[in-house]
C-alpha cells in the first residue's frame, strides 16, 4: 500500500496545474480550431460550418498581410534590442559598484508599472503638444504625429514594449551570471583579457540557454502585442500599428467574426510556434545534436 500511494503521489501535485492547463489552454485551444472552420456572419448563435473558406478568405486578404508584416516589423524592432541591452545592462550591475540596488530598482520600475498606464503616459508625450514635439521645436523642426503619421506610428508603439520590459529582462540575465564561475573571469585577468574579450569567451557561452530564454519570451511577447496599441493607436493610422492580436480582438469582438478571427488564431500559434523552435534551435543546437 505504501508503495503504491508513492507511485502515484508525485501526480497528485501534478494535477492542480494539469487542470489549470486543460481549462485555459487546453479547451480554448480546440474550441478555437473547431471555431476556425465556423461562419458566425449569418447568426452569433447557430453558425455554419465552412470547412477551410476561412482560412481561404484569410490568405486573400490584404489586410491580413498589411497587419501580419506589422507584427513582424514589431518582432523585428523590438526584440533584438530587448535581448541585447538588458544584457549590457545585466553585466553592469553584475560587478560590485554604488548605488547597486539603487540602479536595480530604477531599471526595474517600469515592469511594476501597469502597461495602460505606461502607454496613457507616452500618449501624453507623443502628443501633437507633448514633451517631445516641444525638444522637436526647440531645434526648428516641425512637429512629428508620434502616433498619427504612417511613418511613427508602429515605432512609437515599440519605443514603450522596450522600455516597460528592459528591466524585466535584465533580472532574468542577471539570474543567469550568477552561474557563471567566477575562476573563469579570474583565469581571464591573468591571461590579460580585455572586458569585452572576457565577455564574448566566457559569459555568452554561460548564458547561452538564459539568451535562448529572453528572445523567446520577447518574441512571443511582441507578436502578442495589445494593450499598447489598443491604448495609443486603435492599429492606425491607416492600419499602419496594427498587429494581428489586435485585429483578432477587432474582427472578433467588434465585428463578431468569430470564425475569421479563430482562423487568424491558429496561424498566429503556428507562427509562434515556429520562432519559438527557430529560437532554441538557434541558440541551444548543441543540445538537440544526435
Known amino acids: 500500500m ?41 447568426s452569433i448563435y447557430n453558425p455554419t460550418w465552412v470547412g477551410l473558406d476561412n482560412y481561404f478568405k484569410l490568405f486573400k486578404s490584404p489586410i491580413f498581410y498589411k497587419v501580419l508584416w506589422n507584427t513582424f516589423l514589431y518582432l523585428f524592432l523590438a526584440v533584438p534590442i530587448l535581448a541585447i541591452i538588458p544584457l549590457i545592462l545585466a553585466i553592469f550591475l553584475n560587478n560590485k559598484i554604488r548605488c547597486l540596488n539603487l540602479y536595480k530598482i530604477l531599471i526595474y520600475l517600469p515592469v511594476i508599472v501597469s502597461i495602460v498606464v505606461a502607454a496613457i503616459a507616452f500618449k501624453w508625450l507623443y502628443a501633437q503638444q507633448g514633451i517631445l514635439n516641444y525638444f522637436v521645436e526647440l531645434f526648428g523642426y516641425e512637429p512629428i504625429g508620434w502616433l498619427t503619421d504612417t511613418n511613427f506610428a508602429l515605432i512609437s508603439v515599440v519605443i514603450v514594449t522596450i522600455w516597460k520590459g528592459i528591466g524585466y529582462y535584465m533580472m532574468i540575465y542577471l539570474a543567469g551570471l550568477m552561474g557563471v564561475p567566477k575562476e573563469l573571469y579570474e583565469a581571464c585577468d591573468i591571461d590579460g583579457a580585455s572586458g569585452i574579450k572576457k565577455h564574448l569567451t566566457v559569459t555568452i557561452p554561460h548564458i547561452m540557454p538564459t539568451i535562448a530564454l529572453v528572445s523567446t519570451i520577447s518574441a512571443i511577447s511582441a507578436m502578442k502585442v495589445f494593450a499598447e496599441i489598443y491604448v495609443m493607436t486603435k492599429g492606425g493610422p491607416l492600419n499602419s500599428s496594427k498587429t494581428i492580436v489586435y485585429y483578432i480582438y477587432e474582427r472578433a469582438f467588434e465585428n463578431l467574426d468569430l470564425g475569421y478571427a479563430s482562423a487568424m488564431a491558429v496561424i498566429l500559434l503556428i507562427i509562434v510556434m515556429i520562432f519559438s523552435l527557430i529560437n532554441i534551435m538557434c541558440f541551444e543546437r548543441n543540445k538537440y545534436q544526435i
Open 2 to 42: 505504501h508503495q503504491y500511494y508513492k507511485k502515484y503521489v508525485p501526480y497528485l501535485f501534478l494535477l492542480p496545474a494539469a487542470v489549470v492547463l486543460m481549462v485555459f489552454f487546453f479547451i480554448p485551444f480546440f474550441q478555437t480550431i473547431v471555431l476556425s472552420f465556423q461562419d458566425y456572419n449569418t
